[in-house]
């Protein structure tokens, strides 16, 4: 048993694997995960493996570059294949209300690098032919968009994170974190007390709660998120972009030879809940016919529910604490933690071991929720 840790990430989830992984491959050798459940138990083994560079604010676009770049290269870094399917996100815009936003969002991914294009009903027909596009004002297409298989991402960094000495311990619940002098001193889990200097907030959707053992108050709520999966649907087999139909929020990619449907539900409250709730079902069903009306022959097989970690600008919280000496936040990323987890774990090594992270991490600053500096982004479902 380790019985201190020079540092202790608490979240056996992507982000705190992500970290873990970056760290180590850093030199840094005493890191110890410490997760409640099973590895992965998390929002981590609940997404829709999702990978996007079309945000509408430049600290998540940035972000997503960072990321899609370190995608790449995944298997040749991990030695594992991250399953990515190159087929682009595809946003479906229905209310006048949202153009001007996307009108913006196209000016910025120009200037940034993103060849996201803009597109008619009718071109975005094309693109996904059977789905129902007549009632489209503007569709935004990127190419390098898809999306990946998140078990994949996140045993890559696991098995990784072993290989260069991080040990994993799950089962282990942190209870406490000792705070002395405004310092970090030690975490307790399982009854046990691990002195370390530095403790890293990679617990999800539940970072809130770690975070106020150390008496510090972190916006994070947990949203309730389903997915539905159907078994393959008869004459519908060709592949189509990830599409996303921003007024309702309902989305849809190809998964083993069906379709996986997603939506919120707006009337859901804030929650810890991750039972199927299956009444939502039927208002899926009904967004997904009105759009792909070939889905009128599915069955739907599956669902599962998890949560969104969401915080009030939908931007992750990324850095040291103001306040809490070796307290360090890697959280908060508001349903984009599986695309975003391997950009987030390099900058927090490179914060941590060369005093410096290569990307600007002011925007994700703790403190910007106290200070109401907060940075929207509007292309959230
Ligand atoms: C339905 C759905 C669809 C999504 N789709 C996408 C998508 O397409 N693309 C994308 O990028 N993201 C998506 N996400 C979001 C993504 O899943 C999360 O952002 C990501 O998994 C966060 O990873 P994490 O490691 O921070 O959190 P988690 O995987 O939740 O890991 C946190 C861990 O902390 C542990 N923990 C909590 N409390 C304690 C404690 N006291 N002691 C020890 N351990 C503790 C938990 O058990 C958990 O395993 C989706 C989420 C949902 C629910």
Redesign the pocket.
Known sequence: MTTSSEIVI?????????VAYHLAAKGLRDVLV???????????????????LQFSSEPNVRLSQRALAKLHAFQAELGVDPAFHKVGYLFLITEARDVGVFERSLALWQRLGVPARRLTGPEAGKLFPGCRVDDVILATFCPEDG?AD?SSI?GGYVAGARRLGVTFRPG????AIEVVRGKVAAVE?GGERIPCGTVID??????S??AA?AGIDLPIRP?????FVTDPVPGFDGEFP?TIEFASGF?CHRESGGVLL?MGDPDDPPGYD?SVNWDFLPKVVECALARVPALERARVKTG??????DTPDKHPVLGRDATVQGFVH??G?????????PAAGELIAELLVDGMASLDLSPFRPSRFAEGALVAEHNVI
């Open positions: 608490v979240g056996g989830g992507v982000v705190g694997a992500s410490l997760e409640r459940e099973t590895l992965g138990s998390g929002s981590t083994s609940k997404n829709a493996g999702g990978i996007r999306y998140p996140f282990a619940t942190v209870s889990a990679a617990a999800g959707p539940w970072a709660q770690i053992l949203l309730r998120r389903h997915i990830m989305y997603g991750t599962w529910a998890g949560l969104y970690e890697a959280a990323f508001s349903g984009h933690g599986l695309m975003h987890a």
